[in-house]
């Protein structure tokens, strides 16, 4: 890629950022006014439903029916549907209630009731409370109205509310009510803002597809909007009043499973250092779990009011642990964590709030949809500053400092890294190099020369972060790369490349350029990775014996005539060794290093043709190096000649014949270990001495 490709590509991340926050504008203010225009629409009817309980324009018997769930149109079915009419008939099966089921809440109904509580150790109040929905395993059960007075269903609805039972409809009696001006009004413009999010961060998902986050993100609005519409607010049943009850709470609790499910993941993405991957697996097996008894068929009511009961402990427990994780993330100083906290701290307290409301506990009024909007916004501005920043700097950063580099350095960002940070690893370090370079270069321009390296270096890289590795850096035509997985991947990487030069040099005989050949050294160990320079100009690299000899051993693919060369480090680290096809080649001294390095030759890139000959004389090969370890330097001259008649060109079997011959003329020391002692093989095959 050239620079000038290299600067396209980063106006296009720009100008895609800029594209999303035009498109989030223009979804905000067109999305919003539509929610707003029906927000008057069903405002207006509330209004009226309001007038209708205070008696305004109100005949006593429209207060009357209002106030007790009831109208002039209504019929049986609606009673059949209604809360007392479930009540009844479940207490008739439990063999408490003796009258007829008819749906209208009398004394019967209620002594019938106080029976249950009494038999169950409830509290004998004659009122549905939580725990006696529970028992009955009744859900969504509203609060029942006695009087049928206008000012006493009022004011019966008032004591089951909690609020001042004067028989009017004064503004607490409309907040509990929901009937309050601002409610239609607010409730409108936060589904409007959950959805406008929702399609914003699907939009950012459709543009970026490595930015997951974003369609979790979309997919937490949409779900929390929905559960809002049904559980907050029951604004769902205005849209759709003639849904079957029962099918729509088990909706609302599959999506309260999945909903929060999401949120677990999405946490976890933000923060995945701090966030057990095992805790996130057990809340999915218990909500799937939660979830499948509520699609189960003929599951008793009160074995799935304890599965209830044991979700809402669940939920709770995983709450405060995301509240702790949040907490550590804060202190750790990462990345929004404390407008996260804040964001889900007030969405738990409303939440909570709220249910100690509704079990009229507390008197504060619901504040769930506040929690929501905080917690929503909270989110959607950490994904705003942390994909802004991303896109407008990670693109142009990572090709001087790879994210991998970052990620062993325990960095989020490059805006992170500071002089001396530095980590030990166990790594594999790959070094190639082309053959003949200066050679090659000499017989171009300045210019040529940069098209070739570049075009040679575009070909590779990828092949690299293929075998999940990354690129330290380049020195000149040589490559340095690092794999912090496993050897496997290195070698599989080295092989990869050679494969890959094989079609490179195809296309460079096409258009008239000689093929190049390169050499690779892998070797895999102990090493430090970290920032080094000046504070005027600083860059990653890795340092340590483990560097320096996997340097050597690059060098001695000259000196041996061979594409690659493992040590033996690498190759003990190996999974399964015999899936390549691999051959010793020697035991080195390597320069700087005290104790001998054996070395591997890996030949499954080698044309057909070598190939085969080196699996044939694998055996002959060995043998050979067998005798001459024992000394017996005239055998091992014999065999390798019978190696190199099968091959003239095995420059391996030609360093151990002229090896041979050096001995057998000269001798050698009898502590002598067979050990070679490279000198130098700058431009040719190196000078060796007996060791």
């Known amino acids: 890629m050239s620079v000038f490709d290299c600067h396209t590509k980063e106006l296009e991340v720009i100008s895609v950022s800029k594209k999303s926050v035009r498109w989030f504008i223009f979804l905000f203010f067109f999305v919003l006014p539509v929610f707003g225009v029906t927000s008057e629409i069903l405002g207006l009817e509330n209004e009226k439903k309001g007038e209708e309980i205070g008696g305004r324009n109100q005949s006593p018997e429209q207060v009357e029916a209002f106030a007790s769930g009831k109208s002039k149109n209504s019929d049986p079915q609606s009673n059949r549907e209604s809360t007392t009419f479930r009540l009844q008939k479940r207490l008739k099966e439990l063999g408490y209630y003796p009258g007829s089921i008819d749906g209208i809440w009398g004394k019967q109904t209620e002594i019938a009731l106080q029976e249950f509580q009494k038999h169950n150790s409830l509290s004998v109040t004659g009122k549905i409370d939580s725990q006696t929905r529970h028992k009955l395993g009744l859900m969504a059960i509203e609060p029942k109205v006695q009087k049928k007075e206008p000012a006493g269903a009022i004011k019966g609805t008032q004591e089951d509310h909690r609020i001042s039972a004067v028989g009017k409809l004064d503004a607490a009696t409309r907040n509990g009510l929901s009937l309050t001006a601002a409610g239609p009004a607010f409730r409108l413009f936060l589904l409007g803002s959950l959805l406008t999010m929702a399609l914003f961060h699907l939009l950012l998902f459709g543009l970026h597809r490595k930015e997951i986050i974003t369609l979790y993100f979309a997919c937490l609005c949409v779900l929390t909007a929905f559960l809002y519409m049904m559980s907050v607010e029951k604004f769902f049943f205005d849209l759709f009043p003639h849904i079957d009850r029962a099918i729509a709470v088990k909706i609302e609790y599959l999506c309260a499973y999945l909903g ?36 189960l068929p003929n599951i008793e009511a009160q074995i799935r009011a304890y599965v209830m009961m044991a979700s809402g402990v669940m939920v709770f427990v995983f709450c405060l642990y995301l509240i702790y994780i949040l907490i550590r993330a804060g202190l750790r100083r990462r990345e929004g ?53 991303s896109s407008n700097r990670v693109v142009v950063y ?23 940070d530095n980590a030990q690893l166990t790594m594999s370090v790959l070094f190639s190099d082309i053959r003949n370079f200066t050679t090659l270069s000499e017989k171009m321009t300045p210019e040529e020369n940069f098209k070739f390296i570049n075009s040679y270096l575009g070909v590779m890289g990828p092949v690299i972060r293929r075998h999940k590795g990354f690129i330290d850096k380049y020195i000149g035509d040589a490559i340095m790369a690092l794999f912090s997985n496993n050897a496997d991947d290195a070698v599989e990487g080295a092989i990869g490349m050679l494969r890959k030069l094989v079609e490179y040099n195809a296309g460079r005989k096409r258009a008239g350029y000689v093929p190049i050949q390169i050499g690779i050294g892998i070797n895999t160990g102990i090493l430090r990775i970290g920032i080094v320079g000046e504070h005027g100009r600083i ?3 890795a340092i340590g014996d483990t560097v320096n000899i996997a340097s050597r051993i690059e060098e001695l693919t000259k000196m041996y005539g061979v594409s690659l060369l493992i040590s033996d480090q690498t190759y003990n680290r190996l999974e399964n060794p015999k899936k390549y096809h691999i051959r010793k080649i020697d035991r080195e001294k390597i320069r700087g290093k005290a104790e001998p390095v054996t ?22 090969f060995e043998d050979a190096r067998s005798l001459y370890q024992s000394k017996r330097f005239e055998e091992a001259n014999e065999m390798f000649m019978d190696c190199l008649a099968r091959n003239p ?8 014949r002229e090896r041979c011959k050096l001995y057998m003329k000269m001798g050698v020391d009898e502590n002598w270990e067979g050990i070679a002692r490279h000198i130098t093989y700058e431009r040719a095959p190196g000078i060796l001495s007996p060791g």
């Open 260 to 295: 929060f499910t999401i949120l677990m993941i999405f946490i976890r993405k933000l923060y995945a250092k701090e966030f057990s991957k095992t805790i996130l697996r057990v809340s999915q097996i218990l909500f799937l779990g939660f979830a499948l008894q509520i699609l």
């Open 337 to 389: 964590a404390i407008l996260s906290l804040v964001g889900f701290f007030c969405l738990f307290t409303t939440i909570i709030n709220d249910i100690l409301y509704d079990q009229s506990i507390i008197y504060f009024g619901r504040l769930a949809h506040f929690g929501i909007f905080i917690f929503i916004f909270a989110q959607a501005s950490i994904l705003y500053l942390r994909f802004s920043k």
């Open 398 to 420: 990572e090709r001087f400092v790879p994210k991998h580099f970052l990620k062993n350095l325990d960095k989020e960002d490059i805006v992170d890294v500071k002089l001396g």
């Open 539 to 541: 860059e990653g690299t």
């Open 599 to 620: 070395v591997w030759e890996v030949f499954d890139a080698d044309p057909p043709d070598v190939l085969k000959y080196k699996l044939d004389t694998a055996a002959m």
């Open 649 to 656: 060109r095995d420059k391996t079997a030609e360093v151990y």
